[in-house]
């Protein structure tokens, strides 16, 4: 079975930093991965997405993030963070044999203080 | 705005009650996803239609049922209701039921 590690619940950065979340994830064969946003009150929006190919993904809102299979991980990175990006980020593993029913981590909230 | 459109956006209601919750994918997907968010479990995949068909089932009550109507838009019903159930219930649509998946914004259910 498919699961996903979000070991951060909670990060906070300066406005500015750069930002990397960690993402780990268990699944027997080539994952699909996918990040989401989550800001207060609000749906999920898709920021990025692996599927197969190059490894280093580039998504919305300048975010991107490298799939290391030797590592099981799939972590989001953005060079300079912008006070907008507080919000709740979920990683997800999708399982294509199975309609892609999306297995989601715990999240983890970023903070960003100016 | 991911063209994912749910109703209500917030319901109250008593335990024991019975309600149901709507979602019209984006246009052209053919797959609908219901996800649960609480505090507690998180985001769990409940269950998912591909064009009408039942595609796979999660950890879905069987309290809870759902459908896929030939307009592809989708009903999650959910009776019996306890406190536990108080959650927000997102819906996603995506094209081909193998790709990304867009979510909509989210039903509050709270039970009282």
């Known amino acids: 079975a498919q699961s996903v590690t979000q070991p951060d619940i909670h990060i906070t950065v300066s406005e500015g930093a750069s930002l990397e979340l960690r993402c780990n994830y268990s699944y027997g064969a080539t994952p699909y991965l996918f990040w989401y946003v989550q800001s207060p009150g609000q749906g999920l929006q898709l920021l990025l997405k692996y599927f197969s190919g190059d490894t280093l993904v580039q998504g919305i809102k300048g975010f991107e993030a490298e799939f290391k299979r030797s590592q099981s991980s799939f972590n989001l990175r953005k060079p300079s963070v912008h006070w907008s990006d507080a919000a709740e980020y979920f990683c997800a593993v999708g399982a294509p044999e199975y309609g892609n029913k999306l297995v989601f981590g715990a999240g983890t909230i970023l903070r960003v203080k100016s | 705005d991911s063209g994912v459109t749910q109703t209500p956006k917030h319901l109250i209601t008593a335990t024991g009650q019975r309600v149901t919750l709507r979602c019209s994918p984006r246009s052209g997907d053919l797959s609908v996803y219901w996800y649960q968010q609480s505090l507690d479990q998180g985001l769990q995949f409940l269950i998912q239609?591909?064009?009408?068909?039942?595609?796979a089932k999660g950890n879905i009550l069987e309290r809870f049922s759902a459908q896929q109507f030939p307009d592809l838009h989708s009903e999650l019903n959910l009776s019996s209701l306890e406190l536990g159930d108080s959650a927000l219930y997102f819906c996603a649509s995506s094209p081909r039921g193998v790709d990304e998946q867009y979510f909509g914004p989210g039903t509050r259910l709270t039970v009282t």
């Open positions: 239609y591909y064009n009408g068909e039942e595609r």
